[in-house]
């Protein structure tokens, strides 16, 4: 060993700078390429080892080689072969680099921290004062983050020790006390005009509203915490949420409207993928509501956390991930593709991704067409010109989802690569972590280098019927209704695609020649079941009428007599209701009594209220009074069995041109588009 350092001592020292220095190089750049081979678990965990082995050998049989080059004088030799080494060292630098770049883009999707908002709102024409006649309203739930936590902390910060709190179990509740004057302000999300703007109530909230104060802090992401320890290669669903920001990306607490879930099973071994789009007008138990029924898109409130407990009470089957999409990063994305192709369904206009009409509308004509990002987040928005409203938008937004999947298949460029990476990255979050979201390489590679290989998605459609009905803190709304047994169809379908369920064999097929085969949607079928139904508004109907109406339904009448005089009442107005004590739209399957007042007139007396109860058992006995008691002067809102057949007709929603045997077409889900006119789609 001395001989050889003796020897070393010796050469040329120019010779022995250049071994200096790249060796130093080379050692480093191994170290880079180590970390970042380090980083990609789960991808090609075997070559990796190899590769790292081969390397490290290769660093030694540098220094043996170099120094046998150096001690046998041949100089123009060494030279080469530290030129080589030199090409190497880079090449691995540059590797390490991209790898890490790769990482920390795919990193950032997964938002450990983000920053959680609260505000102090009033109607514009309110003016604030900190004092205890000033009622603020506050979410009751002590874990409720920008409800409660936040809420609390902007009282301390602002000093608004004066004011007098009430407490709500239901933001949209407290909302409506806001509207009614019963409170003077409310503390809620800063993001409170995307999440209620969709409601028909609140559809100018952010024009009729204005924030006092505001309190901000970046905060563990509480929706990270709901992690699966389902690895992505096996069968997993994932839930995409949309979020419709006016702005690209997602830093802050992406509080989103709800109009948009889309739940996904995926199975990596056949790459068959089922979607299932949730209809936002969904009536169903809110989780984080103490399981209160209203529409689906409310649970958004909660955040994903809500969502997912809801969507998994309603099917029964675990949620393994969420992402959370921007829908703005739609156009990113699908510009970062060049554009995907897709048959367009319908000729339409629609709002640009800033909400403009005018010369930025976006109008697309029917047929086979390569969109770009503008055009494929138009097609994913619209809704208000489709006859099936969301029920059509829902399919359109699976057909751009189906689209981006195809067209990624193209990627073969390293900076096509990373521009859709960039422009996912930037506007998705997800609790997915990174290691798992590396496994998704196997899957890609098999996409890429299988020529057999691709995603086969199955569609489904759940249907069911309309139905206005009374929602606390909203009113009378549109709400959709869906047939448990569609959705027990589509809930097997899922099941068999994540290896639940073994699949029912289909052992005959009927073909003809004269027709083009369809593959079937799951759930879209039709069924004369047995359905929901509203309470209507009696007043101005008869007690007759009423009788008649509660004993079919097996409910309780109890009246209480308005005695009039005729100065007060004319004789037509006998035997009248003229109140009750449960509202309109409340569901009939949750009565079982009910109280009206009923007019009485009395030719020789004065006005008066009549005192006691008549009940079911007294009907036939109170005949006698009532002089008027046809059904003639049945308010509109209220007909005979006959015409509420009518009206609940062809109310189950399909595609355009679909017929059915029991004539259940949808022609009324255009309610949705009125009720929520405004809403902010996805």
């Known amino acids: ?72 004088k041949k100089n ?30 795919v990193d950032k999707m997964n938002k450990k921290m983000i920053t959680y908002s609260t505000s102090l709102v009033v109607m514009k024409d309110t003016e604030f004062k900190n004092n205890k006649d000033f009622v603020v309203g506050m979410i009751s739930d002590e874990k409720d983050i920008e409800g409660n936590i936040l809420a609390n902390k902007l009282i301390d910060k602002k000093n608004l020790d004066k004011i007098d709190i009430k407490y709500y179990d239901n933001p949209l509740e407290m909302l409506s ?42 905060m563990e992401n509480q929706d990270i915490k709901l992690s699966s320890n389902k690895s992505l290669t096996e069968p997993f669903t994932i839930l995409l949420l949309g979020v419709d920001s006016e702005k690209d990306g997602l830093s802050s607490n992406a509080v989103f409207n709800g109009d948009t879930m889309m739940l996904i099973t995926f ?45 998994q009470n309603l099917i029964g089957i675990d949620i393994d991930y969420y992402v959370k999409i921007n829908f703005k990063g739609v156009v990113d994305l699908v510009e970062a593709l060049k554009g995907i192709d897709v048959n367009v369904p319908v000729d339409f206009c629609e709002q640009d991704s800033n909400r403009n009409f005018g010369e930025s509308e976006i109008c697309l004509s029917k047929g086979e067409q390569t969109l770009n990002g503008e055009q494929a987040l138009a097609l994913s928005r619209h809704r208000h010109s489709l006859p099936l409203g969301d029920f059509q ?39 997915i972590s990174t290691d798992e979201m590396l496994n998704l390489y196997n899957v890609g590679k098999k996409m890429l280098f299988e020529n057999d290989a691709s995603i086969n998605i199955e569609k489904t459609y759940l249907t069911g019927y309309d139905l206005t009905m009374l929602i606390p803190g909203l009113g009378n709304v549109y709400t959709f209704q869906y047939y448990e047994e569609s959705l027990n169809e589509i809930i097997k379908a899922m099941k068999v695609n994540l290896g639940l369920e073994e699949p029912e064999l289909t052992k005959t097929f009927n073909f003809s020649v004269n027709y083009t085969y369809e593959v079937p949607i799951v759930g879209k079928q039709y069924y004369s079941v047995k359905r929901n139904e509203a309470l209507p508004s009696f007043i101005g109907s008869s007690l007759n009428y009423l009788n008649t109406w509660a004993d079919s339904r097996n409910i309780n009448v109890s009246v209480n007599y308005v005695t009039e005089g005729m100065n007060g009442y004319d004789e037509n107005k006998n035997g009248i209701i003229i109140n009750q004590n449960i509202q309109k739209g409340t569901l009939v399957s949750n009565v079982s009594n009910i109280v009206v007042s009923v007019v009485k007139v009395d030719k020789t007396s004065s006005s008066q209220l009549v005192n006691g109860n008549v009940t079911s058992d007294d009907r036939k006995n109170n005949n006698d009074v009532i002089s008027n008691g046809d059904t003639n002067n049945v308010d509109n809102s209220v007909g005979d069995e006959d015409k509420k057949d009518d009206d609940i007709k062809n109310d189950v929603p399909v595609d355009d041109n679909e017929n059915t045997d029991d004539g259940d077409v949808n022609n009324s889900n255009n309610n949705s588009d009125n009720n929520d006119e405004n809403n902010l789609e996805n």
């Open 76 to 105: 123009k030799s060494y030279i080469c072969n530290s030129i080589f080494i030199l090409l190497i060292s880079v090449l691995f630098i540059i590797g390490s680099i991209y790898i890490n770049k790769t990482y920390n883009i």
């Open 267 to 311: 199975n990596p071994t056949t790459l068959n993928t089922t979607i299932f789009s949730i209809p936002r007008d969904t009536y169903v138990p809110i989780a984080c509501n103490g399981k209160k029924s209203n529409k689906i898109n409310s649970s958004a409130v909660g955040g994903a956390t809500c969502v997912i407990n809801t969507i």
């Open 393 to 431: 938008r829902v399919q359109h937004q699976q057909l751009v989802v189906e689209a981006m999947a195809n067209k990624a298949k193209s990627i073969r460029s390293i900076n096509m690569f990373y521009d859709v990476l960039n422009a996912v990255s930037k506007n998705i979050e997800t609790n």
């Open 177 to 218: 006390d806001l509207y009614k004057n019963a409170i003077n302000g409310v503390l809620i999300s800063s993001n409170y005009v995307i999440s209620y703007s969709g409601y028909e109530n609140y559809s100018n909230i952010g024009s009729e509203t204005k924030v006092v104060f505001s309190y901000k802090e970046k």
């Open 1 to 72: 060993m001395k001989s050889i350092i003796r020897k070393f001592k010796k050469l040329n020292i120019k010779y022995k700078i250049i071994f200096y220095i790249i060796s130093i190089l080379f050692l480093f750049s191994i170290i880079f390429i180590t970390q970042g081979l380090l980083l990609l678990k789960n991808i090609e965990t075997f070559l990796r080892v190899i590769v790292l082995i081969l390397i490290y050998i290769s660093y030694f049989v540098y220094l043996f080689i170099s120094i046998l080059l150096l001690f046998s």
